[in-house]
């Protein structure tokens, strides 16, 4: 993912972002959050990373509702979910990327919508959250990006981001 990329509609889905307060990280957790893809480091060509120190960030729970053109057959669904935060100056700060699965019992009825929920920590400098979703199966994608409010309390405080044409969208009726 990257910030500014075209979003991409193949897939379509919902999020609801919910903030939680901004808090200092331990050392055993800051050394968890610089093993994920993206995260604060200093990079320089020919050496290791910088260990960086402790930053403030703030937790991001994303409640994901995705329509499943799979829920009709006998195969389960595998979803990606991904999402990364960036800087104003398009820096990616940190990101996660899960797989979800639902499985079915043949001749079952199930739900059109595949419901999934991730968690993310976030430095407060973030400015940007880009969110995609992938069917592993079929390899459609969805993807929204969403700006951070300037107090780093997340989009009117867990105002739903909708994908344009998503169910839920105003400007699709």
Not at 73 to 86: D, K, N, P, W
Not at 89 to 108: D, F, H, I, K, V
Not at 113 to 127: I, S, Y
Request: aromatic share 4%.
């Amino acid at each position: 993912m990257q910030h500014g990329a075209p979003i991409d509609h193949d897939l379509l889905f919902q999020a609801q972002i919910h903030s939680g307060a901004a808090a200092t990280v331990t050392r055993e957790h800051m050394a968890t959050l610089e093993n994920q893809s993206g995260y604060l480091a200093v990079r320089r060509k020919g050496k290791p990373a910088k260990p960086t120190e402790s930053v403030p960030v703030r937790e991001y729970t994303i409640d994901y509702v995705v329509l499943d053109p799979s829920a009709a057959h006998a195969q389960g669904t595998v979803l990606e979910l991904a999402a990364a935060a960036y800087d104003r100056m398009g820096n990616m700060l940190s990101s996660l990327s899960q797989n979800a699965e639902r499985t079915q019992a043949p001749g079952s009825k199930t739900d059109p919508f595949f419901r999934a929920k991730q968690t993310l920590d976030v430095p407060t400098t973030a400015a940007w959250l880009q969110i995609g979703v992938r069917d592993v199966n079929s390899h459609r994608i969805g993807t929204m990006e969403v700006p951070l409010s300037l107090a780093g309390a997340g989009p009117a405080g867990g105002t739903p981001a909708t994908q344009p044409g998503a169910p839920g969208d105003p400007s699709a009726h």
